[in-house]
């Protein structure tokens, strides 16, 4: 069992940075992935970014590869996902997502899901 908790959404103007956090607590995380997903009012849940916890391999969106970068800190069980370049398309409800296994684009793969952050980014 995990419990992930994600901070650091807010309201940003268009071109400016976020760094979302997600600390995880409970069984290891050594042989799990962690990911980012997001969600839009009236869209589907979409893949956002996704790291492998041993390896440290990543993974992203086309949308958001060269503005996005995510990370992990080992001894602290948190995942970042810092934001640069922001656009009014990037508003959604982020969701971090933790499962044992490799990483995954697909919101099912994943069973342990924070409750959200917003992130707004205004024109």
């Known amino acids: 069992q995990m419990t992930l908790v994600e901070s650091g959404g807010g309201l940003v103007q268009a071109g400016g940075s976020l760094r979302l956090s997600c600390a995880a607590s409970?069984?290891?995380?050594?042989?799990?992935?962690m990911g980012w997903f997001r969600q839009a009012p009236g869209k589907e849940r979409e893949f956002v970014a996704a790291?492998?916890?041993?390896?440290?391999?990543?993974y992203y969106a086309d949308s958001v590869k060269g503005r996005f970068a995510i990370s992990r800190v080992n001894a602290q069980s948190t995942v970042y996902l810092q934001m640069n370049s922001l656009k009014p398309e990037d508003t959604a409800v982020y969701y971090c997502?933790?499962?044992?296994?490799?990483?995954?684009?697909?919101?099912?793969?994943?069973?342990?899901w924070g409750q959200g952050t917003q992130v707004t980014v205004s024109s």
């Open positions: 997502a933790a499962r044992y296994g490799g990483s995954s684009r697909y919101h099912r793969d994943y069973a342990y």
């Open positions: 409970g069984r290891t995380f050594s042989s799990s992935a």
């Open positions: 790291i492998t916890w041993i390896s440290g391999s990543t």
